[in-house]
């Protein structure tokens, strides 16, 4: 375990403050695990000799990303088959320990999870906080809320009961119930499954499975413990919906009609599009062996609902950075800067609002906002350093090699690879027998 030092300088580097200013160049002083002082070049400032300086010369000085949609208990799966009935909790709960650490290499200070296998992200978050265990500053959620009708797993779903990060539920009763269980059990968010998959859908984006007033005794209930809501929302009625119930942030909030925008801009609710999982399929998912028609899907996904988040974002809405890190095509500490790229390619921001959405914007995913996520004095020193220019191209926080040192509270997170490499335990991962049908007129094809 590093130890914590009691002064830390990080000298001669191109500060991005995550606020949304223009870089600058300068020092940013640490004591007491908080940022005490932002020096531009031209200050001096005497030092005690206990203060540890790293001259970052060329490089940048930023906070430390933020990764407001991140599912650190699912370890990649591929499919759905595989998250429910491959993984075993405990076993869960030790792999997510060591995923936390390819995430603190990729640069993340800091993360949401808003639904876990068990209450894997409560226990995971414990243990980081009490030093057991290195990791980002977490907050997370306990089983996501679903109706019978199911999430995005369709007829894997029980039609009641408990199944990996799910709790079915139905009628008032069980609806308080399950809140104030997770609310005494730990939880920093409740999550709901707004909407889902059904067959035979005649709606665009996902079907919306709770009613107006189901979502807002959920938002009630919560808010009467001081815990806020976060829903998942595929589906322009849904979104209007649980923002009108009072949810404190909508994740994905794609195909929004106008009456949903309005509803959005009211509320000010903010808004954690998660388009690297879509983005990732849509532009390497041949690289996986996935079908033209769902990478074409995803990619309309974007196209679709760009235009409305950049309507709301213009009219003063938040969006951040979230990733869907934890599936197979979303790998811890691979595509944490993905969603900034996102943000600029597809949705319209400058490269200075897509790291402020990932950093000082995002702080808000944590309930820290005001505290991290920006270098600015008083804030927690949550602090990257970066061989290169994330203002010039975001990509850069995703090149191997290039998060030189992460910094959490001031204390140096290790950096260097982790060793050795891991296997998967015996019936982790879903089996294949291949890809294809094996039929006779394949064999024969093959054996001209």
Request: with cysteine; net charge negative.
């Amino acid at each position: 375990m590093t130890d914590s030092v009691t002064g830390l300088l990080l000298r001669n580097g191109r500060i991005v403050d995550g606020l949304g200013n223009q870089p600058f160049s300068g020092s940013v002083l640490v004591e007491a695990g908080r940022i005490s002082r932002v020096l531009t070049a031209d200050e001096v400032v005497d030092l005690p000799g206990s203060v540890h300086c790293v001259d970052v010369d060329g490089m940048t000085i930023m906070p430390g990303l933020i990764d407001s949609h991140c599912h650190i208990s699912f370890d990649e799966p591929s499919s759905n088959d595989e998250l429910f009935f491959h993984r075993r909790e405990g076993l869960a709960a030790i792999i997510a320990a060591r995923n936390v650490q390819r995430l603190l290499r990729a640069g993340v200070t800091g993360f949401m999870d808003p639904d876990s296998l068990g209450e894997i992200g409560i226990d995971l978050r414990d243990a980081v906080e009490a030093g057991i265990i290195h990791g980002p500053r977490m907050s997370v959620g306990g089983n996501a809320l679903l109706t019978s009708v199911g999430g995005t797993a369709g007829r894997l779903l029980p039609d009641e009961g408990r199944r990996g990060y799910g709790k079915i539920v139905a009628g008032r009763d069980e609806i308080v119930a399950e809140v104030r269980r997770q609310v005494k059990n730990g939880v920093d968010w409740i999550k709901v499954h707004v909407t889902g998959l059904a067959p035979r859908m005649r709606c665009q984006g996902e079907l919306q499975v709770w009613s107006y007033d189901e979502l807002r005794l959920v938002a009630d209930t919560a808010h009467e413990l001081g815990i806020p809501v976060t829903g998942h929302c595929r589906g322009a009625s849904s979104i209007r919906d649980a923002a009108r119930a009072g949810f404190d942030l909508i994740l994905h909030a794609t195909y929004m009609g106008d009456d949903a925008l309005e509803a959005v801009i009211e509320a000010g609710v903010p808004i954690v599009p998660t388009f690297a999982f879509q983005a990732n399929l849509a532009d390497y998912g041949e690289e996986v062996g996935a079908s033209p028609s769902l990478q074409a899907l995803f990619k309309s996904e974007i196209s679709a609902s760009a235009v409305m988040l950049k309507r709301a974002f213009d009219a003063g809405v938040k969006l951040l950075c979230g990733t869907e890190s934890g599936f197979s095509i979303t790998p811890y500490g691979e595509w944490h800067y993905r969603e900034l790229e996102v943000f600029v390619k597809d949705i319209g921001l400058t490269s200075l609002e897509a790291i402020k959405a990932a950093t000082s914007d995002n702080a808000i995913a944590l309930q820290l906002e005001g505290e991290t996520g920006a270098i600015e004095k008083g804030r927690l020193a949550d602090i990257i350093v970066v061989d290169g220019d994330p203002v010039a191209d975001v990509t850069v926080l995703g090149e191997p090699g290039k998060i030189k040192y992460v910094y959490i509270g001031g204390v140096a997170q290790p950096t260097d690879p982790i060793t050795p490499a891991r296997g998967d335990p015996p019936g982790w991962r879903v089996s294949h027998y291949g890809n294809r049908i094996l039929n006779y007129d394949l064999v024969r094809r093959n054996r001209k």
